[in-house]
């Protein structure tokens, strides 16, 4: 089993920045794929980002590129997604997941494990 805790969310003004963290426990993470997702008030869960399991590959939803960067560190057994130029369409909260084929995926029933959510709001 791998538990997944993001941290790092908040209150952010538009246009300001945030790094989220996602620290995985109960067993490494070097050979899973992860990804971001979120889900607004009202709406269905999106794809936000993802990582390969080596880092070498990544993907973002077209609303984020550009503006979003995921990382990992393996050594670490942590992911991140840095968050620049935020929008007030960005607030959400944030999922971290993990599937174990180590790729890159999008879709979200892909994703065998889930953390629990850190909310991010961007005031205008």
């Known amino acids: 089993q791998v538990q997944l805790v993001e941290s790092g969310g908040g209150l952010v003004q538009a246009g300001g920045s945030l790094r989220l963290s996602c620290a995985a426990s109960?067993?490494?993470?070097?050979?899973?794929?992860m990804g971001w997702f979120r889900q607004a008030p009202g709406k269905e869960r999106e794809f936000v980002a993802a990582?390969?399991?080596?880092?070498?590959?990544?993907a973002y939803a077209d609303s984020v590129k550009g503006r979003f960067t995921i990382s990992r560190d393996n050594a670490k057994n942590a992911v991140y997604l840095q968050m620049n130029s935020l929008k007030p369409e960005d607030t959400a909260v944030y999922y971290c997941?993990?599937?174990?084929?180590?790729?890159?995926?999008?879709?979200?029933?892909?994703?065998?494990?889930w953390g629990q959510g850190t909310q991010v709001t961007v005031c205008s």
């Open positions: 109960g067993r490494t993470i070097s050979n899973y794929g």
């Open positions: 997941a993990a599937h174990l084929s180590g790729l890159v995926v999008v879709g979200p029933l892909d994703y065998s494990y």
């Open positions: 990582i390969s399991w080596s880092g070498g590959r990544t």
